[in-house]
């Protein structure tokens, strides 16, 4: 799940890198002054010493890092404001420039911390390999050469010292998580989480319900979503959405009058051998184009809007033996996202939460997905160390803390229908905006970055919860892509 690498490369091409002018010197007890990449400004970086069992407080040590974006006023807020990063598997402080500008005027007054979750970035890191953007497109789309590759990063990673693979669940990550908050100095702290970052975030209220002033979760993947199941759901919902703006629409439907068919014809002659000029280095290549493969390559513009207005053209031209567009928009999802993934937390978190519960998952195969996530999942999780979820850790008991719950309509992974089942089990406290044209993260939209200040910012819970958010509600759907040769222009 590219959850959160989606939703931050929304925030990068929003607001840029932060520029903010250098801070005067100043002392943090327990902490060094150190940079970030994107972040104009001095920051502060620490790191929190952790049982990697809990159970043995005396066994095997590791080092969660944090970094803190001070606050740039003199007299700042005691309550910072805490980020947990998605994926699961991204690195916090990876996404320092863009949590920078995104909570530009939070961090007038605020410090915005950012903590890398155990299994990632500096924390104990559990990766696999880099992502090469010219590796042969070949090797992405062989699904037992994925296999292979992942069950030798589990063999490499499971030699390290801190190579235990069942002790980077969520519930456990969130202790290390008030363990910061401890060694700050704070009473309460201000919780922000995009995509999977909303189940760290709902996961800390549960377990420190008293530490927590307020809350935005933006993309929710609650504790009880079977993540690889929901995504076909989830996927097929969106897809079939851009299918029926494109029909709707006058000028897509003339440039792509088949454009369902053309999608399902696709489907159905699939597996095919397919040339293709690579998206990096322009090199053409055979490979196998398998259906699963296929699908992984569609729903990867989904994610955001304005990618997803080329799919119509990508399939079209798919449908008549031409892939680049289609490779080409998921590569340039790829391209764009900050940080890497470090894949062993990734399975190391899934396979212990949303694995043992896939076989008795609620929701309905999309028609075209199917169960090829759910497939792909169980079985890379059927050789994966499963730590121990307590049964506690998929409930979202009633929130004291006002919580912004922000939902994109065209999310293809962490649509509304997650966010209002939240809303409503968070109770009254609890406020669920949905943006109707958005996708996968809505925080990153215009306004939205002035309505997460004045939500946090509001002196009280129920100022906090009237704050105007209908600056978004109406943003159109972006237009279909039609090339301008096809206009008619010379």
């Not at 996961?203 to 009880?224: H, K, L, N, S, T």
């Not at 999942?377 to 912004?404: D, K, M």
Request: aromatic letters at 6%; hydrophobic letters at 45%; glycine letters at 10%.
């Amino acid at each position: 799940m590219r959850g959160s690498a989606a939703w931050a490369v929304v925030a990068l091409a929003a607001f840029g890198a932060a520029a903010a002018p250098a801070l005067a010197a100043e002392q943090r007890q327990g902490l060094a002054p150190c940079r970030l990449g994107g972040v104009a400004h001095d920051a502060w970086c620490g790191q929190v010493r952790r049982a990697l069992d809990p159970a043995q407080p005396q066994g095997v040590q590791i080092e969660v890092h944090y970094a803190v974006l001070p606050a740039l006023a003199r007299n700042r807020k005691p309550d910072p404001v805490f980020f947990f990063a998605g994926g699961p598997g991204q690195s916090a402080i990876d996404l320092a420039g863009a949590m920078g500008a995104l909570f530009a005027r939070l961090g007038n007054r605020r410090d915005i911390v950012l903590i890398d979750q155990r299994g990632s970035g500096r924390s104990a890191p559990l990766a696999c390999e880099d992502e090469q953007p010219a590796r042969p497109l070949a090797e992405g789309a062989d699904a037992a050469r994925t296999l292979a590759r992942l069950g030798q990063c589990r063999a490499r990673l499971a030699a390290l010292p801190h190579g235990d693979l069942r002790h980077y669940t969520t519930w456990v990550a969130m202790q290390d998580a008030d363990a910061v908050r401890r060694a700050l100095g704070a009473e309460q702290v201000n919780l922000v989480g995009g995509s999977y970052g909303t189940r760290a975030a709902l996961e800390y209220m549960r377990q420190f319900p008293r530490a927590v002033r307020r809350a935005v979760i933006d993309g929710v993947a609650p504790p009880d979503m079977v993540m690889p199941a929901a995504f076909s759901t989830d996927n097929q919902a969106a897809m079939d959405a851009v299918l029926a703006a494109c029909a709707a629409a006058g000028p897509c439907q003339a440039r792509y009058p088949t454009l369902r068919a053309d999608w399902h014809a696709l489907l159905a002659g699939l597996p095919r051998e397919v040339s293709v000029a690579h998206p990096v280095t322009g090199t053409l290549e055979r490979l196998t184009l398998t259906r699963d493969f296929a699908l992984s390559l569609a729903r990867v513009p989904l994610y955001v809007p304005a990618l997803a207005a080329g799919l119509p053209l990508a399939l079209s031209e798919a449908a008549r033996g031409r892939f680049e567009p289609l490779v080409g928009l998921a590569a340039a999802m790829s391209a764009g996202s900050p940080g890497k993934m470090f894949e062993g937390m990734h399975f190391s978190v899934v396979c212990a939460e949303d694995g043992p519960r896939l076989a008795q998952a609620a929701d309905a195969p999309g028609a075209d997905f199917g169960t090829v996530f759910a497939e792909h999942y169980r079985q890379i999780c059927a050789g994966w160390p499963r730590g121990p979820v307590p049964a506690a850790f998929y409930s979202v008991p009633p929130t004291a803390a006002a919580t912004l719950v922000l939902s994109g309509g065209a999310d293809p992974v962490t649509p509304p229908r997650h966010g209002e089942r939240v809303a409503k089990a968070l109770g009254p406290k609890a406020r669920h905006v949905v943006v109707a044209q958005a996708g996968h993260g809505v925080m990153a939209i215009g306004c939205m970055r002035d309505v997460l200040f004045r939500f946090i910012d509001a002196d009280s819970d129920g100022e906090a919860l009237k704050v105007d958010a209908g600056c978004a509600l109406a943003i159109p759907r972006p237009s279909a892509f039609i090339p301008v040769t096809a206009q008619g222009a010379p």
